[in-house]
Protein backbone atom coordinates (compact mmCIF):
# COMPACT_ATOMS: atom_id res chain seq x y z
CA UNK A 1 0.00 0.00 0.00
CA UNK A 2 0.71 3.60 -0.73
CA UNK A 3 2.78 6.17 2.12
CA UNK A 4 -0.73 8.12 1.56
CA UNK A 5 -3.04 5.35 1.90
CA UNK A 6 -1.67 4.89 4.56
CA UNK A 7 -2.23 8.14 6.33
CA UNK A 8 -5.80 8.80 4.72
CA UNK A 9 -6.78 5.00 6.17
CA UNK A 10 -5.37 5.87 9.93
CA UNK A 11 -7.63 6.67 12.68
CA UNK A 12 -4.79 8.19 14.71
CA UNK A 13 -1.45 9.29 14.02
CA UNK A 14 0.76 7.00 11.93
CA UNK A 15 4.22 5.84 13.69
CA UNK A 16 7.00 4.82 11.33
CA UNK A 17 10.82 3.78 11.57
CA UNK A 18 14.39 4.61 9.86
CA UNK A 19 17.03 1.55 9.62
CA UNK A 20 20.06 1.79 7.68
CA UNK A 21 21.78 -1.62 6.28
CA UNK A 22 24.93 -3.32 7.77
CA UNK A 23 28.04 -2.44 6.69
CA UNK A 24 29.69 -4.39 3.67
CA UNK A 25 30.58 -7.69 5.14
CA UNK A 26 28.48 -7.40 8.29
CA UNK A 27 26.28 -9.87 10.39
CA UNK A 28 22.68 -8.50 9.62
CA UNK A 29 22.03 -10.20 12.82
CA UNK A 30 21.77 -7.11 14.67
CA UNK A 31 19.34 -5.36 11.95
CA UNK A 32 17.14 -8.84 12.59
CA UNK A 33 17.17 -8.06 15.98
CA UNK A 34 15.72 -4.25 15.42
CA UNK A 35 13.36 -5.22 12.94
CA UNK A 36 11.80 -7.73 15.38
CA UNK A 37 11.47 -4.84 18.11
CA UNK A 38 9.98 -2.46 15.92
CA UNK A 39 7.73 -5.03 14.24
CA UNK A 40 5.62 -4.75 17.43
CA UNK A 41 4.36 -1.27 17.46
CA UNK A 42 2.87 -2.04 14.18
CA UNK A 43 4.25 0.07 11.66
CA UNK A 44 2.70 0.32 8.60
CA UNK A 45 5.80 1.14 6.74
CA UNK A 46 9.90 1.00 7.50
CA UNK A 47 12.06 3.13 5.86
CA UNK A 48 15.62 1.78 4.69
CA UNK A 49 18.57 4.22 4.11
CA UNK A 50 20.62 3.86 0.80
CA UNK A 51 24.37 5.08 0.28
CA UNK A 52 26.14 6.17 -2.42
CA UNK A 53 30.02 4.81 -3.53
CA UNK A 54 32.56 6.63 -1.78
CA UNK A 55 35.97 7.74 -3.22
CA UNK A 56 38.69 5.97 -0.86
CA UNK A 57 42.35 6.64 -0.94
CA UNK A 58 45.05 4.26 -0.11
CA UNK A 59 48.89 4.39 -0.44
CA UNK A 60 50.91 2.15 -2.28
CA UNK A 61 53.84 0.49 -1.47
CA UNK A 62 55.46 3.05 -3.74
CA UNK A 63 54.20 5.80 -1.46
CA UNK A 64 51.63 6.71 -4.26
CA UNK A 65 47.63 7.18 -3.71
CA UNK A 66 45.23 5.14 -5.14
CA UNK A 67 41.78 5.70 -5.83
CA UNK A 68 39.33 3.05 -5.24
CA UNK A 69 35.66 3.44 -5.19
CA UNK A 70 33.53 1.28 -2.66
CA UNK A 71 30.17 0.99 -1.39
CA UNK A 72 29.83 0.53 2.09
CA UNK A 73 26.42 -0.17 2.50
CA UNK A 74 25.03 -2.23 0.42
CA UNK A 75 21.97 -4.26 0.96
CA UNK A 76 18.93 -1.44 0.79
CA UNK A 77 16.94 -3.74 -1.97
CA UNK A 78 17.39 -7.27 -0.14
CA UNK A 79 16.30 -5.51 3.14
CA UNK A 80 13.69 -4.38 1.41
CA UNK A 81 12.18 -7.70 0.11
CA UNK A 82 12.91 -9.07 3.38
CA UNK A 83 10.72 -6.27 5.27
CA UNK A 84 7.45 -7.15 2.53
CA UNK A 85 7.85 -10.76 2.88
CA UNK A 86 8.83 -11.55 5.79
CA UNK A 87 6.79 -8.87 8.03
CA UNK A 88 4.25 -7.92 5.44
CA UNK A 89 5.33 -4.30 5.89
CA UNK A 90 5.56 -1.79 3.73
CA UNK A 91 9.50 -1.16 2.62
CA UNK A 92 10.17 2.45 1.64
CA UNK A 93 13.70 2.37 0.30
CA UNK A 94 15.55 5.50 -0.39
CA UNK A 95 16.51 6.04 -3.81
CA UNK A 96 19.48 8.42 -4.24
CA UNK A 97 20.94 10.68 -6.73
CA UNK A 98 24.96 10.10 -5.71
CA UNK A 99 27.27 7.38 -7.44
CA UNK A 100 24.04 6.07 -9.50
CA UNK A 101 23.57 7.03 -13.49
CA UNK A 102 20.02 7.21 -14.25
CA UNK A 103 20.41 3.98 -16.40
CA UNK A 104 20.93 2.74 -12.74
CA UNK A 105 18.07 4.21 -11.07
CA UNK A 106 15.65 2.91 -13.70
CA UNK A 107 16.63 -0.73 -13.24
CA UNK A 108 16.58 -0.07 -9.50
CA UNK A 109 13.05 1.24 -9.94
CA UNK A 110 11.77 -1.29 -12.35
CA UNK A 111 13.59 -3.86 -9.68
CA UNK A 112 11.46 -2.46 -6.55
CA UNK A 113 8.23 -2.92 -8.99
CA UNK A 114 9.03 -6.72 -9.28
CA UNK A 115 9.00 -6.94 -6.05
CA UNK A 116 5.83 -5.28 -5.21
CA UNK A 117 7.23 -2.25 -3.58
CA UNK A 118 4.74 0.73 -3.75
CA UNK A 119 6.90 3.42 -2.58
CA UNK A 120 10.05 5.69 -2.32
CA UNK A 121 11.69 8.60 -1.11
CA UNK A 122 13.57 10.60 -3.48
CA UNK A 123 16.88 11.71 -2.21
CA UNK A 124 20.48 13.70 -3.33
CA UNK A 125 21.98 11.61 -0.99
CA UNK A 126 25.58 12.99 1.03
CA UNK A 127 28.23 13.60 -1.97
CA UNK A 128 31.30 11.21 -0.56
CA UNK A 129 33.59 12.48 -3.05
CA UNK A 130 32.00 10.53 -5.95
CA UNK A 131 29.57 11.56 -8.87
CA UNK A 132 29.24 9.08 -11.69
CA UNK A 133 30.79 10.74 -14.80
CA UNK A 134 28.85 11.13 -18.24
CA UNK A 135 29.61 9.22 -20.90
CA UNK A 136 28.67 6.76 -23.39
CA UNK A 137 24.88 8.37 -23.58
CA UNK A 138 25.23 7.86 -19.60
CA UNK A 139 23.88 10.47 -17.23
CA UNK A 140 23.02 11.12 -13.64
CA UNK A 141 20.25 13.23 -11.85
CA UNK A 142 21.65 16.12 -10.18
CA UNK A 143 19.35 16.88 -7.34
CA UNK A 144 16.11 15.07 -5.97
CA UNK A 145 14.19 17.50 -8.29
CA UNK A 146 15.57 15.85 -11.29
CA UNK A 147 15.25 12.51 -9.61
CA UNK A 148 11.82 12.88 -8.80
CA UNK A 149 11.10 14.00 -12.59
CA UNK A 150 12.56 10.56 -13.88
CA UNK A 151 10.34 8.63 -11.09
CA UNK A 152 7.28 10.63 -12.12
CA UNK A 153 8.04 10.00 -15.74
CA UNK A 154 8.27 6.38 -14.72
CA UNK A 155 4.70 6.71 -13.23
CA UNK A 156 3.87 7.41 -16.60
CA UNK A 157 5.05 5.13 -18.59
CA UNK A 158 8.87 6.60 -19.69
CA UNK A 159 11.27 5.23 -19.68
CA UNK A 160 14.75 6.54 -20.67
CA UNK A 161 14.85 4.78 -24.07
CA UNK A 162 12.20 6.41 -26.47
CA UNK A 163 12.16 3.19 -28.68
CA UNK A 164 10.19 1.46 -25.82
CA UNK A 165 6.51 0.95 -26.66
CA UNK A 166 3.89 0.82 -24.59
CA UNK A 167 6.13 0.54 -21.73
CA UNK A 168 4.29 -0.38 -18.07
CA UNK A 169 3.24 2.42 -15.91
CA UNK A 170 4.82 2.23 -12.76
CA UNK A 171 2.49 3.64 -9.63
CA UNK A 172 5.44 4.74 -7.19
CA UNK A 173 4.04 6.92 -4.19
CA UNK A 174 6.98 9.51 -3.88
CA UNK A 175 8.07 10.94 -0.75
CA UNK A 176 11.04 13.54 -0.26
CA UNK A 177 13.00 15.28 2.30
CA UNK A 178 12.22 18.67 3.93
CA UNK A 179 14.36 20.57 6.35
CA UNK A 180 12.45 23.16 8.90
CA UNK A 181 15.65 24.38 9.59
CA UNK A 182 16.80 24.84 6.26
CA UNK A 183 19.03 22.72 3.63
CA UNK A 184 22.61 23.86 4.28
CA UNK A 185 23.00 24.67 1.00
CA UNK A 186 20.12 27.06 0.70
CA UNK A 187 20.45 30.65 1.02
CA UNK A 188 17.52 30.76 3.46
CA UNK A 189 14.49 29.24 4.97
CA UNK A 190 11.98 30.51 2.43
CA UNK A 191 14.37 29.25 -1.20
CA UNK A 192 14.38 26.53 0.33
CA UNK A 193 10.56 26.18 0.45
CA UNK A 194 10.31 26.91 -2.97
CA UNK A 195 13.01 24.30 -4.01
CA UNK A 196 10.66 21.87 -1.90
CA UNK A 197 7.74 22.53 -3.72
CA UNK A 198 8.92 22.03 -7.10
CA UNK A 199 9.86 18.78 -6.02
CA UNK A 200 5.80 18.85 -5.12
CA UNK A 201 5.03 19.96 -8.23
CA UNK A 202 6.97 17.65 -10.02
CA UNK A 203 5.17 14.78 -8.28
CA UNK A 204 6.57 14.36 -4.86
CA UNK A 205 3.01 13.12 -2.38
CA UNK A 206 4.42 13.63 0.72
CA UNK A 207 7.20 15.31 2.82
CA UNK A 208 9.41 13.54 5.51
CA UNK A 209 11.16 15.95 7.45
CA UNK A 210 15.12 16.09 8.76
CA UNK A 211 15.03 15.63 12.15
CA UNK A 212 14.59 18.70 14.85
CA UNK A 213 14.46 19.12 18.47
CA UNK A 214 12.22 22.01 18.79
CA UNK A 215 8.52 21.32 17.61
CA UNK A 216 8.10 25.00 16.98
CA UNK A 217 10.39 24.98 13.82
CA UNK A 218 8.31 21.98 12.74
CA UNK A 219 5.71 24.10 12.61
CA UNK A 220 6.40 27.08 11.19
CA UNK A 221 7.99 25.00 8.82
CA UNK A 222 4.22 23.62 8.16
CA UNK A 223 2.76 26.83 7.72
CA UNK A 224 5.61 28.12 5.88
CA UNK A 225 5.10 25.59 3.30
CA UNK A 226 1.30 26.13 3.20
CA UNK A 227 1.30 29.17 2.27
CA UNK A 228 3.43 28.39 -0.87
CA UNK A 229 1.24 25.98 -1.75
CA UNK A 230 2.20 23.00 -0.36
CA UNK A 231 -0.59 20.74 0.63
CA UNK A 232 0.84 17.47 0.58
CA UNK A 233 1.36 15.74 4.22
CA UNK A 234 4.50 16.80 6.14
CA UNK A 235 5.63 14.18 8.18
CA UNK A 236 7.91 15.12 11.21
CA UNK A 237 11.35 13.17 11.65
CA UNK A 238 12.62 12.43 14.97
CA UNK A 239 16.19 11.30 16.71
CA UNK A 240 16.55 10.47 20.20
CA UNK A 241 19.70 11.84 21.51
CA UNK A 242 21.79 8.46 23.46
CA UNK A 243 25.18 10.26 23.81
CA UNK A 244 26.91 13.26 25.05
CA UNK A 245 28.86 13.52 21.60
CA UNK A 246 25.57 13.78 20.11
CA UNK A 247 25.43 17.36 20.80
CA UNK A 248 28.15 18.39 18.89
CA UNK A 249 28.32 15.87 16.22
CA UNK A 250 24.67 15.75 15.38
CA UNK A 251 24.49 19.65 14.63
CA UNK A 252 27.96 18.66 12.81
CA UNK A 253 26.69 16.55 10.43
CA UNK A 254 22.66 17.52 9.65
CA UNK A 255 23.03 21.45 9.93
CA UNK A 256 20.14 21.68 12.52
CA UNK A 257 20.46 23.14 16.02
CA UNK A 258 19.96 21.69 19.71
CA UNK A 259 18.20 24.09 22.12
CA UNK A 260 20.50 25.44 24.55
CA UNK A 261 18.05 24.19 27.64
CA UNK A 262 18.26 20.33 26.00
CA UNK A 263 21.78 20.77 25.20
CA UNK A 264 22.94 21.76 28.42
CA UNK A 265 21.53 19.39 30.42
CA UNK A 266 22.83 16.47 28.09
CA UNK A 267 26.37 17.97 28.64
CA UNK A 268 26.12 18.28 32.94
CA UNK A 269 24.48 14.82 32.95
CA UNK A 270 26.60 11.82 34.10
CA UNK A 271 26.94 9.68 30.73
CA UNK A 272 25.08 7.11 32.23
CA UNK A 273 21.73 9.02 32.43
CA UNK A 274 22.03 10.62 28.82
CA UNK A 275 19.69 8.60 27.19
CA UNK A 276 17.16 8.81 29.64
CA UNK A 277 17.49 12.70 28.94
CA UNK A 278 17.36 12.16 25.63
CA UNK A 279 14.22 9.77 25.90
CA UNK A 280 12.60 12.43 28.21
CA UNK A 281 12.89 15.17 25.58
CA UNK A 282 11.81 13.12 22.48
CA UNK A 283 8.60 11.97 24.65
CA UNK A 284 7.38 15.53 25.41
CA UNK A 285 8.23 16.58 21.83
CA UNK A 286 5.53 13.50 20.46
CA UNK A 287 3.01 14.16 23.18
CA UNK A 288 3.35 18.16 21.88
CA UNK A 289 3.07 16.10 18.51
CA UNK A 290 0.36 13.55 18.67
CA UNK A 291 -2.11 16.69 20.73
CA UNK A 292 -1.81 18.56 17.81
CA UNK A 293 -2.49 15.32 15.39
CA UNK A 294 0.53 15.58 13.42
CA UNK A 295 -0.40 12.96 9.97
CA UNK A 296 2.78 10.91 11.09
CA UNK A 297 5.86 11.17 13.62
CA UNK A 298 9.06 9.44 11.89
CA UNK A 299 11.95 7.90 14.33
CA UNK A 300 15.58 7.73 12.61
CA UNK A 301 15.98 4.56 14.86
CA UNK A 302 19.02 3.25 11.88
CA UNK A 303 20.69 0.10 14.01
CA UNK A 304 19.81 1.05 18.07
CA UNK A 305 16.38 -0.54 19.02
CA UNK A 306 17.14 0.27 23.05
CA UNK A 307 16.56 3.77 22.77
CA UNK A 308 12.95 3.56 20.77
CA UNK A 309 12.21 0.63 23.35
CA UNK A 310 12.38 2.91 26.27
CA UNK A 311 10.37 5.63 24.59
CA UNK A 312 7.56 3.66 23.58
CA UNK A 313 7.39 2.46 27.45
CA UNK A 314 7.23 5.83 28.94
CA UNK A 315 4.63 6.59 26.74
CA UNK A 316 2.36 3.22 27.24
CA UNK A 317 2.37 2.68 23.28
Not at 18 to 24: C, F, L, Q, T, V
Not at 211 to 236: A, H, L, Q, S
Request: glycine share 6%; aromatic share 8%.
Amino acid sequence: MRVTEHLDRAKNTVLSFEIIPPKRGGDIKQLMSVLEEIVKYNPPYIDITSHAAEVIYEETASGEYQMRIKRKRPGTLGICALIQNKYNIDAVPHVICQGFTKEETEDFMIELHYLGIDNILAVRGDDNGFRKPIKFGRSINQNALDLVKQISNMNKGKYLEDSILDAEKMDFCIGVGGYPEKHFEAPNLDTDIKFTKQKVDAGAEYIVTQMFFDNKNYFDYVEKCRKTGITVPIIPGLKILTSKSHVSSVPKNFYIDIPNEFASEVEQADPKHVLEIGVEWTARQVEDLLNKNVPAIHFYIMQNSTPIKTLMNKLKI
